[in-house]
């Protein structure tokens, strides 16, 4: 089992910057990719981000590359998104997700579904 806990959400005005964390506990031993999702009301969730522990591949949804960087303090378990350049199109409920899987995560793709959530952060961003 592993626990998930998202901070850093927040409202913030268009241009701005927020920086979500994703602590991780438990089985971390397991964990071979972190994975960013978004939800928004009435749309689909996707994977924004995720980074692979293993060789440190990363990937970002067209909509957010340039402006959204993920990082990890492997130290202490924890992922980080830095996102810059906000839109109200990037408001949404931010979800910290973690998979098992080598393929969970590579430059191409983010698997739709892993293994563990956070409870998710909301991410407002006012026009």
């Known amino acids: 089992q592993v626990q998930l806990v998202e901070s850093g959400g927040g409202l913030v005005e268009t241009g701005g910057s927020l920086r979500l964390s994703c602590a991780a506990s438990g089985s971390a031993f397991d964990i071979i990719s972190f994975g960013w999702y978004r939800q928004a009301p009435g749309k689909q969730r996707e994977g924004v981000s995720c980074i692979n522990n293993r060789d440190g591949s990363t990937y970002y949804l067209s909509d957010v590359r340039g402006r959204f960087t993920i990082s990890r303090d492997g130290a202490k378990n924890t992922v980080y998104l830095q996102m810059n350049n906000l839109k109200p199109e990037d408001t949404a409920v931010y979800s910290c997700?973690?998979?098992?899987?080598?393929?969970?995560?590579?430059?191409?793709?983010?698997?739709?579904?892993?293994?563990?959530w956070g409870q998710g952060t909301q991410v407002t961003v006012s026009s």
């Open positions: 997700a973690t998979d098992s899987e080598l393929w969970a995560c590579t430059k191409r793709l983010i698997k739709k579904s892993y293994d563990y």
